[in-house]
């Protein structure tokens, strides 16, 4: 059974940084392309940060610059290293995975897999 467990979540103070990390079982990131995606109340989930599962990455505008994805086969881990966050960088924080050889994966519709979230709050 694929699971995806998100954990590095908090409270911080503009400017300041996180580490998400996903953790994953049941699967391994060297065959799924992993994304980052997030939720502020009232909003849709959109698409933050994606991997390929050869390491090619791709960011949304909006965080580009700020935002690093990367991978750890070894721990099959994702993290998502947050820089310079803003307030409006606020929102429950979801990763999301499908198999998926050597792709990057860009819209919510092609993951099959989400883990439960953590919460980022960033205050200004």
């Known amino acids: 059974e694929v699971q995806l467990v998100e954990s590095g979540g908090g409270l911080v103070q503009a400017g300041g940084s996180l580490r998400l990390s996903c953790a994953g079982s049941g699967f391994t990131v060297r065959n799924y392309a992993i994304g980052w995606f997030r939720q502020a109340p009232g909003t849709e989930r959109e698409g933050v940060s994606y991997?390929?599962?050869?390491?090619?990455?791709y960011y949304a505008d909006s965080v580009k610059g700020r935002f690093t994805i990367s991978s750890d086969k070894f721990e099959n881990t994702v993290y998502l290293q947050m820089n310079s966050l803003k307030p409006e960088d606020t929102a429950v924080y979801y990763c999301?995975?499908?198999?998926?050889?050597?792709?990057?994966?860009?819209?919510?519709?092609?993951?099959?897999?989400w883990g439960q979230g953590t919460q980022v709050t960033v205050s200004s």
């Open positions: 999301a995975a499908v198999l998926a050889l050597d792709a990057l994966v860009t819209k919510r519709e092609g993951y099959d897999y």
């Open positions: 991997i390929s599962s050869d390491g090619r990455t």
